[in-house]
C-alpha cells in the first residue's frame, strides 16, 4: 500500500474512532428512548466502518466477514428494540 492510501485509510480509522465520542455522550444525554436506538444504530454502523478500515489495513478478509455478521445482528436488533418501543412486546 503507497504511503497516501496507507494516510488516507488510517485518517479514515481516526475519524470513526473520534466519530463515536458524540455518539456515546448522546446515547448517554439522549431524551427518550427512539433517540438511544437511533445513537445505538449509528454506533453500530460506525463500529462496521471501524472493522472493514481494519480489515483492509491488515488485508484479512475475515474482518469483513465480521462487519457482515455485526450489521446483520445489527438489523435485527433494532427491529426487535423498535417493535418493543412501539408496542411495548417483543414478539
Do not use: N
Not at 8 to 27: D, K, N, Q, T
Not at 45 to 74: C, E, K, N, P, S
Not at 77 to 90: D, F, M, N
Amino acid at each position: 500500500m503507497s504511503s497516501v492510501v496507507s494516510l488516507g485509510v488510517h485518517g479514515a480509522l481516526i475519524a470513526l474512532i473520534l466519530l463515536l465520542i458524540p455518539c456515546i455522550y448522546r446515547l448517554w444525554k439522549g431524551p427518550s428512548a427512539a433517540e438511544r436506538l437511533q445513537v445505538i444504530d449509528t454506533i453500530t454502523t460506525l463500529l462496521i466502518g471501524i472493522i472493514v478500515v481494519l480489515a483492509v489495513i491488515r488485508g484479512d478478509v475475515m474482518f469483513v466477514d465480521i462487519a457482515i455478521a455485526l450489521a446483520a445482528f445489527g438489523f435485527i436488533g433494532t427491529l426487535a428494540v423498535a417493535r418493543y418501543i412501539s408496542e411495548k412486546r417483543t414478539f
